[in-house]
């Protein structure tokens, strides 16, 4: 019989130590690791839970660098923000100040300030965070707002802003130097005024007359262009009686002109003189009159028409407003005369509607809007068709959202936009079409002169139109014009469901109107010793301190600010919240993956034991012999 040996290695025994070494080995990793595993397969079934966190855990660390970057471009526009409500409240509180000393420039020291302060705010509008630029929306690589010298000054090929304004002056102005009305005297005993072009954008528009003129005879304002005229009829007036005249400037600001006679010696300022003569000629106070309404006229042409016109220049260069003049029509009543808002859209000879008028089925096609014409019982966008023409522009005003009204004057049709380019009026019918020719509009679509507007023609005393200047005019905002919010133009994703919206543009309302009114202000220069001179500044300055006062309704610097805030705390919150989470996800790793060190001491204890045991086992089986065993 032969007697196998004991061969240790391949014994159940030692097998067993050597699982005992490796379990060992494995324990004193994680001992010193804090790991279960230096793999996955050893980590357990809870290691799916661990790799979903650490994915998690990275999305957050992204998010976390995103709210850092964003932050730093909120904190720098917040701050250029605030600098313009300080460079605004400084120019305000110079153009409240009644102080009109003028210096050889023909400048206040608040307009000198202003000035100073355009360029400052130039500056504040093309700050940049690294290479972006924070107020140019989209367009993050270009300059927001061109030079300030030349926005003023122009370059030499295109005109700056001083330009502008001076071309707007002299067509407001006029030749004559009264605001483009003429003024006759078609008997001895009458006077009449009129605007010298019908349709034209420039200078002074009668509004209203009024007079309580004993035995006088006002006709008008009526016509086209439109005039009126006062005959005394060969009647002196009373002492204290008044003829007032209201004017709207281009602007559209009014003011009133009101003469009073007097037998007073002096004639007192405001008033024209009563003959006296004997016997007493009413011809005589006609010619007064005349005189006292010329001196009237030009003064308020020389002042608040001034000033009107630079405000309004500033709007021209500025501003994407525009509008579309329709040529002067008549009604077809008997006899004709100019259509006004009171005119209906259809109706027949004589009355006072258009012709060829709408008819029922006729549309328009308003900024992709439609408008339908009904007999009766408009709802809607409908009208009827015996509706006015200020109806029809009403309707027009609520579709294009204009904050300017549409209006009608001298049969003329004016109607205005706050977005040029995106005006279009058309008729989708051949009725609709013919009735917008009898409104004064010959072509459709309906547009808008493009801006920055120029004055038409040369010289700017006579011209009667204002046309698309942006080939020989400097464009001042440089960064993206496009549709949509000036915030939607900076977007980023804070977390795995919420973005927020943090962009800028210069050319936000609220940015704009204070950078044109700071423009105006600190551009416009007058002679030092002219005879206006004090009423021109006097009332620039009232209109600049309207201009910049907030206004219901108005985008506000303050708004923008409050917008970016809200992005601020948005990102704020999920910030919050990811570091809560953060949290919560390094647990459940902790938890999937470390080993506990009490536990782990334990079980090599309990090893080392199980393996001293062992080798006692073996030290005995070694000593083992045939002699022992028998």
């Given at each position: 019989m032969s007697i196998s040996s004991i061969n240790y290695s391949s014994s159940v025994l030692g097998s067993q130590i050597r699982n005992i070494n490796q379990q060992l080995t494995d324990l004193s990793t994680q001992l010193s690791t804090g790991k279960l595993s230096q793999n996955y397969s050893g980590m357990g079934t809870n290691e799916g839970f661990a790799i979903a966190g650490?994915?998690?855990?990275?999305?957050?660390?992204?998010?976390?660098?995103?709210?850092?970057?964003?932050?730093?471009?909120?904190n720098l526009a917040n701050t250029a923000l605030q600098s313009l409500t300080k460079i605004r409240s400084t120019v305000q509180t110079g153009s409240a100040n009644t102080a009109q000393?003028?210096?050889?420039?023909?400048?206040?020291?608040?307009?000198?300030?202003?000035?100073?302060?355009?360029?400052?705010?130039?500056?504040?509008?093309?700050?940049?965070?690294?290479?972006?630029?924070?107020?140019?929306?989209?367009?993050?690589?270009?300059?927001?707002?061109?030079?300030?010298?030349?926005?003023?000054?122009?370059?030499?090929?295109?005109a700056g802003f001083k330009t502008v304004m001076a071309e707007r002056q002299a067509a407001d102005l006029g030749a004559n130097g009264m605001g483009r009305l003429v003024q006759t005297q078609p008997t001895p005993s009458s006077i009449q005024m009129s605007e010298d072009v019908a349709g034209s954008p420039f200078g002074l528009?009668?509004?209203?007359?009024?007079?309580?003129?004993?035995?006088?005879?006002?006709?008008?304002?009526?016509?086209?262009?439109?005039?009126?005229s006062v005959d005394l009829n060969g009647i002196n007036p009373n002492n204290g009686d008044k003829l007032s005249i209201q004017f709207t400037l281009p602007d559209g600001t009014t003011e009133q002109i009101e003469l009073t006679a007097s037998s007073a010696t002096p004639t007192p300022l405001g008033s024209f003189a009563i003959d006296a003569s004997t016997p007493v000629n009413p011809n005589n106070t006609a010619a007064n009159l005349n005189t006292a309404l010329n001196t009237a006229i030009t003064k308020l042409a020389n002042t608040s028409l001034v000033a009107a016109s630079a405000v309004t220049a500033g709007d021209n260069f500025f501003n994407t407003d525009s509008s579309a003049i329709g040529a002067a029509k008549n009604?077809?009543?008997?006899?004709?005369?100019?259509?006004?808002?009171?005119?209906?859209?259809?109706?027949?000879?004589?009355?006072?509607?258009?012709?060829?008028?709408?008819?029922?089925?006729?549309?328009?096609?308003?900024?992709?809007?439609?408008?339908?014409?009904?007999?009766?019982?408009?709802?809607?966008?409908?009208l009827n068709v015996t509706d006015s023409i200020q109806t029809l522009l009403g309707k027009i005003d609520r579709i294009t959202g204009t904050s300017k009204p549409s209006t009608i004057h001298g049969g003329s049709i004016t109607i205005n936009t706050d977005d040029a380019a995106s005006l279009s009026i058309s008729g989708s019918t051949p009725g609709a079409i013919a009735a917008l020719g009898a409104l004064g509009f010959s072509s459709s679509p309906i547009t808008a002169t493009q801006p920055p507007l120029r004055v038409g023609s040369?010289?700017?005393?006579?011209?009667?139109?204002?046309?698309?200047?942006?080939?020989?005019?400097?464009?001042?905002?440089?960064?993206?014009?496009g549709p949509g919010s000036a915030r939607s133009t900076a977007m980023a994703r804070v977390d795995d469901s919420v973005t927020v919206q943090y962009g800028a543009q210069a050319n936000e309302d609220a940015i704009r109107r204070q950078l044109q009114a700071i423009a105006v202000f600190g551009t416009f220069s007058t002679s030092p010793t002219g005879q206006y001179s004090g009423g021109q500044v006097s009332a620039l300055s009232l209109r600049v301190t309207q201009a910049l006062t907030q206004q219901p309704g108005q985008q506000r610097i303050e708004d923008i600010q409050t917008d970016i805030a809200m992005a601020q705390n948005t990102m704020k919150d999920a910030s919050t919240r990811q570091t809560q989470a953060k949290a919560q996800l390094q647990t459940?790793?902790?938890?999937?993956?470390?080993?506990?060190?009490?536990?782990?001491?334990?079980?090599?204890?309990?090893?080392?034991?199980?393996?001293?045991?062992?080798?006692?086992?073996?030290?005995?089986?070694?000593?083992?012999?045939?002699?022992?065993?028998?």
């Open positions: 650490r994915a998690q855990l990275s999305n957050i660390a992204a998010y976390t660098d995103t709210i850092t970057n964003v932050n730093v471009s909120i000393d003028l210096n050889v420039n023909g400048q206040t020291i608040a307009q000198n300030t202003a000035a100073a302060q355009f360029g400052s705010m130039v500056g504040v509008l093309n700050t940049q965070t690294g290479n972006r630029y924070l107020f140019s929306g989209t367009a993050v690589n270009t300059q927001s707002v061109a030079d300030s010298g030349d926005i003023i000054n122009g370059t030499t090929t295109q528009k009668i509004k209203a007359v009024s007079s309580t003129l004993t035995g006088a005879t006002v006709t008008g304002p009526s016509g086209s262009p439109v005039s009126f009604n077809q009543a008997t006899p004709a005369a100019p259509i006004s808002g009171t005119t209906a859209l259809s109706g027949t000879a004589p009355s006072d509607s258009i012709s060829p008028g709408f008819s029922a089925g006729d549309t328009l096609t308003v900024n992709g809007t439609t408008l339908s014409f009904v007999a009766s019982g408009a709802t809607g966008n409908q040369s010289p700017a005393s006579s011209a009667t139109t204002l046309v698309n200047g942006s080939a020989t005019t400097v464009k001042w905002y440089l960064g993206n014009d459940i790793i902790d938890q999937a993956e470390s080993a506990s060190p009490d536990q782990v001491a334990s079980e090599i204890l309990s090893l080392q034991n199980a393996l001293q045991a062992s080798y006692q086992v073996t030290s005995n089986l070694a000593q083992l012999s045939l002699v022992k065993f028998l």
